[in-house]
């Protein structure tokens, strides 16, 4: 139930803030499918931490509004929250490797050279 659910987001915001560890936020072999949901809710607090998209005074509202997020997603084999998450943590994995970053920002810069309709200044 919802009081259960929220005890977890509770014990994953409490766990996301005492482990600073990011290397393996960026472990692209992350078992996912052995994963508690709770696990999954302590690694999206960190990898949002890390990326200092969030501060510590909006981590409990964001706990509780990860906790909607996630009671949304229908109980199926493949698109459900570990899947969201899955995607959640590839991205992160992307934005957190330097090459990465590098290519997207190269790949934006370049894509409006000699655009149709007019001159790139």
Same mark, same amino acid.
């Given at each position: 139930?919802?009081?259960?659910?929220?005890?977890?987001?509770?014990?994953?915001?409490?766990?996301?803030?005492?482990?600073? $560890? /990011?290397?393996?936020?960026? *472990?692209?072999? @992350?078992?996912? !499918?052995?994963?508690?949901? =709770? +696990?999954?809710?302590?690694?999206?607090?960190?990898?949002?931490? $890390? /990326?200092?998209?969030?501060? *510590?005074?909006? @981590?409990?509202? !964001?706990?509780?509004?990860? =906790? +909607?997020?996630?009671?949304?997603?229908?109980?199926?084999?493949?698109?459900?929250?570990?899947?969201?998450?899955?995607?959640?943590?590839?991205?992160?994995?992307?934005?957190?490797?330097?090459?990465?970053?590098?290519?997207?920002?190269?790949?934006?810069?370049?894509?409006?050279?000699?655009?149709?309709?007019?001159?790139?200044?």
């Amino acid at each position: 139930g919802g009081g259960r659910a929220q005890a977890a987001v509770t014990r994953a915001l409490a766990r996301s803030a005492s482990s600073p $560890a /990011l290397q393996d936020l960026r *472990d692209w072999d @992350l078992d996912i !499918l052995n994963m508690s949901r =709770e +696990q999954i809710f302590e690694r999206i607090l960190r990898c949002l931490r $890390a /990326l200092d998209l969030v501060q *510590d005074s909006q @981590l409990e509202s !964001l706990a509780g509004t990860l =906790e +909607q997020v996630a009671s949304c997603y229908n109980r199926n084999p493949y698109h459900n929250f570990r899947h969201g998450f899955h995607v959640f943590h590839a991205s992160f994995c992307l934005l957190s490797a330097p090459p990465c970053v590098g290519a997207l920002l190269a790949a934006g810069a370049a894509g409006e050279d000699d655009a149709a309709g007019g001159e790139a200044d």
